[in-house]
């Protein structure tokens, strides 16, 4: 399997433009996660969906976020406008439940973010 | 509530020595402590994982060290190498089935020759 594959790796935008991220998960796996690394808040989980509807989206700091994930294969994370405080890394992962226990989260390499 | 506070900030430790990162809980629920190691333009991956109902895991070089009544977990690296240098996360989470890891701050490991 080629893992959780994200894109762009790179984003560069100016305040005000409308960001979309995406995400494949690894196949098979029935939960989705986006976080968000920043050096001063560490990883935040955003949001995060199980068989593609959306569990827990407390984290997602403003409405100007918004996640989807329209089929098995494939999510969105949406900043619309960005702020130069939105630049971060932003990472998505996947995991499959199994037996009542936790799971792995295997990450994807992460979308570098940067708002002018 | 949800905190996991974790230390050092940043650790140097000489080749063959051993790494010692420290992680400290609240939540008496959480239940999954697990530890990711993440490299420079690279996400985090799982490392080595613990749950309450032992004190100890070992895999290889890397162990986790669990004590439930002071809340506390730590990650030691024996002999350590130039190739462990990485930030290493710990983690919680709580409840079968809820997936919501909350993640330390981190800690950037150099391993100098």
Redesign the interface.
């Known amino acids: 399997d080629a893992g959780v594959i994200q894109s762009p790796r790179h984003e560069v935008t100016e305040m005000g433009q409308e960001v979309t991220l995406r995400c494949k998960p690894i196949s098979g796996h029935d939960y989705l996660f986006w976080y968000r690394q920043t050096m001063m808040r560490g990883l935040e989980l955003l949001i995060y969906f199980n068989n593609n509807v959306p569990i827990d989206d407390s984290g997602m700091p403003e409405d100007r976020f918004s996640a989807k994930m329209p089929n098995a294969s494939f999510s969105t994370l949406k900043i619309q406008p960005s702020e130069p405080r939105d630049s971060a890394v932003y990472f998505c992962a996947s995991s499959l439940w199994s037996s009542g226990n936790q799971e792995t989260q295997y990450f994807g390499p992460g979308t570098r973010l940067l708002v002018l | 509530q949800q905190q996991v506070k974790q230390s050092p900030q940043s650790l140097i430790v000489q080749k063959g020595g051993i790494s010692i990162i420290n992680c400290a809980y609240e939540n008496t629920a959480f239940d ?1 402590f ?1 530890w ?1 190691q993440q490299f420079p ?6 490392l080595i ?1 613990i749950r309450p109902d032992v004190s100890e895991k070992k895999e290889g070089r890397f162990t986790i060290s669990f004590n439930k009544s002071a809340k506390q977990f730590s990650l030691h690296i024996m002999d350590s190498q130039p190739g462990d240098s990485a930030t290493y ?1 710990c983690a919680a ?1 709580s409840g ?11 800690t950037k490991l150099s391993v100098i020759p």
Not at chain 2, 41 to 46: D, H, N, T
């Open positions: 999954y697990p990711y333009g690279k996400g985090p991956a799982l994982a996360f989470s079968a089935g809820s997936y919501q890891l909350t993640f330390g701050k981190g």
